[in-house]
C-alpha cells in the first residue's frame, strides 16, 4: 500500500464528522457529547477520550478546540446554558417575577447545580478554583438574572437600590445550593416562595412596600 493511501486510510475516520458535521455544528456536537459526559460521572471520570468516543471522533479533533478537560467542561456547562436559555419574567411585581425564575431554574438546572456543587471537586483543585469563582467565570461577565430583575423592580420603586449587595444577589443562588445538596425530594414552589417572603424581600423591600 503507497503511502498516499495509508494516509487516505488513516484520515477515513475523521472525514466521516468532518463532512458531515463542521463548524458549529461539530463544536455543539462535541459540547453535547460533553455534556453528557459530565452529567453521567462528574468531572472526576471526565475524559477528553471519553468524549470523544461518545461523540464518535478523535481526541484531535477535540485537543484542536480545548487544550485541557477543564476547558471543555468549562464550554459544556456553558453550552448547556446558552442552548437553553430561561425566560426573564415581566409581570411589573418582583415576587411573582423571582418566585417564576428561581423555581424554572431549579427545574432546568437541577442536573447542572448537582454537578457543580456535589461533582466539580477535583475542578476546583486542578483551576484553583471555587463554585463562587466557577460560577463567575461562568457568567463571563453577564449580569445575572436575579441582579437584572431586583435592579428593573428598584426602578420601579418596590426594592431600595441601596441594599442590592453581592451578599444579598448571592441568596438565591446559596438557597439553590443547600436544596440541591440536602433536599432532593422538595414542593420546590413553596420552598421558594417561603425564601423570597421569609428572607430575599424583607431585606430589600423599600419602607413603603408592604
Aim: aromatic share 8%; glycine share 4%.
Amino acid at each position: 500500500m503507497s503511502l498516499k493511501s495509508v494516509t487516505e486510510a488513516n484520515e477515513a475516520g475523521d472525514s466521516v464528522v468532518k463532512t458531515r458535521r463542521r463548524g458549529v455544528a461539530l463544536e455543539g456536537a462535541l459540547l453535547e457529547a460533553a455534556w453528557a459526559e459530565l452529567l453521567d460521572g462528574g468531572y472526576s471520570a471526565f475524559t477528553i477520550e471519553g468524549v470523544a468516543l461518545r461523540a464518535r471522533t478523535s481526541r484531535p479533533v477535540i485537543a484542536r478546540r480545548w487544550s485541557s478537560r477543564g476547558d471543555l467542561a468549562m464550554s459544556a456547562f456553558r453550552h448547556h446554558i446558552e442552548s437553553h436559555p430561561l425566560t426573564i419574567p415581566d409581570e411589573s411585581d418582583i415576587r411573582t417575577e423571582l418566585v417564576h425564575y428561581i423555581v424554572e431554574l431549579y427545574e432546568r438546572d437541577f442536573p447542572l447545580a448537582m454537578i457543580m456543587w456535589t461533582q466539580m471537586d477535583e475542578y476546583y483543585r486542578e483551576q484553583k478554583s471555587s463554585p463562587a469563582r466557577f460560577r463567575e467565570t461562568l457568567l463571563a461577565g453577564r449580569v445575572s438574572a436575579v441582579r437584572f430583575l431586583l435592579e428593573r423592580a428598584a426602578e420601579r420603586g418596590e426594592v431600595d437600590a441601596g441594599k442590592l449587595t453581592e451578599m444579598v444577589m448571592s441568596i438565591p443562588a446559596a438557597f439553590l445550593a443547600y436544596i440541591t445538596a440536602t433536599q432532593s425530594d422538595i414542593a420546590i414552589r413553596a420552598a421558594v416562595e417561603e425564601m423570597v417572603d421569609s428572607v430575599l424581600l424583607p431585606l430589600v423591600r423599600t419602607k413603603s412596600q408592604p
